[in-house]
């Protein structure tokens, strides 16, 4: 059975929704709360440790500065760059074969697989000012490579690498909790469109907290 007929049928066996007496917040009104220059509801990134289990949908952040130039030639602009782990830089290779003079980066650091670059050149980036930047849309390009050369222990608690299983999933749980909802069929249309937008082996970095697509990067196996 497919979305649209399970959905009719969940219609057609929908019972009368009880009165609501909890305030539902407007996305303006929630915006005003996650934002207000006090709020501390956006949390810091998370400084993994060496103890710290990464599964392959969490992503990194590094801040770049200034322009580098990669051994193969590929040039890295400033900015804010996302990517997943490849390994912590300590099971991959001894200390003095890193470069990396930091015993806190080398231990419980992670060599990242870059996907995307948000054109943020803040030298002094937040969690608060990545979720601003996907509220406002800022430039954001796929650069999807096998360079490892950036090494990061900061990990993104509001951005999540997703397929088209992750959609699924949230379709399911939208019709399985139809009439638990206030508005179930705007949700339905937006998990079915970001699914839609996602080909054969593209992944979307999501946020789910403004249920935003950051960018389309290709797989990690090309």
Same mark, same amino acid.
């Given at each position: ?6 959905? @009719?049928? &969940? @219609? ?5 929704? /009880? ?6 917040? %407007? ?7 996650l =934002?207000? /220059? ?12 060496k103890?710290? &289990?990464?599964k ?8 770049? *500065?200034?322009?580098? %130039? ?7 602009? +400033? ?6 782990? &490849? ?6 290779? +001894?200390?003095?074969? !890193?470069?990396?003079?930091?015993? !806190? ?13 948000? /054109?943020? *050149? ?11 930047? $996907?509220?406002?849309? %800022?430039? $954001? ?7 490892? =050369?950036v090494i990061?222990?900061? +990990? ?12 699924? /999933?949230?379709?399911?749980? $939208? ?8 508005? *179930?069929?705007?949700?339905?249309? @937006?998990y &079915? +469109?970001?699914k ?20 389309? $990067? ?5």
């Amino acid at each position: 059975m497919n979305y649209q007929e399970r959905l @009719r049928e &969940i @219609r057609k066996n929908s019972t009368q929704k /009880k009165a609501r007496t909890s305030k539902n917040y %407007t996305l303006s009104e929630l915006e005003v709360s996650l =934002f207000d /220059k006090d709020s501390d509801v956006i949390s810091p990134f998370t400084s993994v440790t060496k103890d710290d &289990i990464i599964k392959g949908n969490e992503l990194f952040i590094a801040s770049l *500065p200034n322009d580098i %130039t990669l051994e193969d030639g590929t040039t890295l602009e +400033k900015g804010q760059y996302i990517g997943n782990s &490849i390994g912590r830089l300590a099971d991959m290779e +001894k200390l003095e074969d !890193s470069g990396i003079y930091s015993k !806190s980066l080398y231990e419980n650091g992670h060599r990242i697989n870059l996907l995307a670059v948000i /054109k943020n *050149p803040k030298s002094v980036y937040t969690q608060k000012d990545l979720v601003l930047d $996907v509220k406002n849309k %800022t430039e $954001v390009k796929d650069i999807t490579t096998k360079s490892a =050369f950036v090494i990061s222990k900061q +990990k993104v608690d509001y951005l999540e690498l997703v397929d088209t299983y992750y959609f699924d /999933k949230l379709i399911d749980d $939208v019709l399985k909790n139809y009439n638990n909802l206030s508005n *179930p069929n705007n949700l339905l249309k @937006r998990y &079915i +469109k970001n699914k839609k937008t996602l080909s054969e082996g593209k992944r979307m970095i999501y946020c789910p907290l403004l249920d935003e697509c950051l960018a389309i $990067v290709g797989d990690s196996n090309e």
